[in-house]
């Protein structure tokens, strides 16, 4: 079987609420390299109904088993990928558009395999209603420093290289994904901005819902690349960001 260019890696357990959509958002893809593989951990509802229709596509891999966690989830969507490409696309995120997988292979093609090509992302909530932009913006030039900011990427918003991707740190519960880019932007020559909207991410996620634990797994992360002094003296900067955007979005509202 010739590789597909990209491997889309979705994790989900008891996801029945939310995994027809990205499912339909991967299958509804007008560039069809890809092979998509879904790692359910065992769900007791009716996850397992909608896995059954979906593992009719011959393009997608489906296994269901008990797992450690997500993170141990995500490690096992890493063994099973072939593609150059992996993309993470969790239960309940989608692609922005139908071309969001035509516009990562135009870059992957013009930028000769670059280790990550990335874009903006637009939240939403349980019923795929936008929520707004996230208080983080994706930069047009991005580096390893980069992300001594905050995760000013997406998870969900970028395709990086599988040969520079390296397993998840399962010691971390809820951040593992914010160390994870780290190490990838560490071993990639170059980075691409598509200057688009390439996912609509759930914002009531599993790190959304534990949000206190996730913030201190990130500063000690943060801490651990970039300096204790320095982490501690962005945050209080990141405090004001926080609000400014929060003051903001109230307005809106």
Not at 78 to 107: K, P, R, V, W
Not at 194 to 211: K, P
């Amino acid at each position: 079987m010739q590789q597909p260019l990209f491997s889309i890696v979705t994790i989900c357990r008891d996801a029945a609420a939310n995994l027809a959509r990205t499912i339909a958002s991967v299958d509804s893809q007008t560039f069809g390299d890809y092979e998509h593989i879904i790692i359910d951990g065992a769900s007791t509802d009716d996850t397992s109904v909608i896995l059954e229709v979906a593992a009719k596509d011959s393009k997608r891999i489906i296994i269901s088993e008990p797992d450690k966690g997500i993170y141990d989830a995500m490690n096992k969507g890493l063994g099973y990928a072939s593609g150059e490409y992996l993309i993470f696309m969790n239960a309940g995120d989608t692609f922005h558009s139908e071309d969001s997988l035509q516009l990562y292979a135009e870059c992957a093609n013009d930028y000769d395999r670059p280790g990550i090509i990335y874009g903006q992302t637009l939240l939403v909530d349980q019923d795929g209603n936008t929520v707004g932009e996230r208080h983080l913006c994706a930069p047009e030039h991005l580096t390893y420093r980069s992300f001594s900011q905050g995760m000013l990427v997406c998870h969900q918003a970028m395709a990086v290289l599988k040969r520079i991707a390296p397993l998840y740190n399962t010691k971390y519960r809820f951040s593992a994904d914010y160390d994870w880019v780290i190490k990838c932007l560490q071993h990639s020559r170059l980075n691409v901005y598509t200057g688009h909207i390439m996912c609509n991410y759930l914002s009531e996620g599993m790190t959304t819902a534990n949000r206190r634990a996730s913030l201190m797994e990130r500063f000690r992360i943060m801490t651990y690349y970039y300096g204790f002094l320095p982490t501690a003296l962005r945050h209080l900067g990141f405090a004001r960001r926080f609000m400014r955007y929060k003051s903001k979005t109230s307005k809106k509202k």
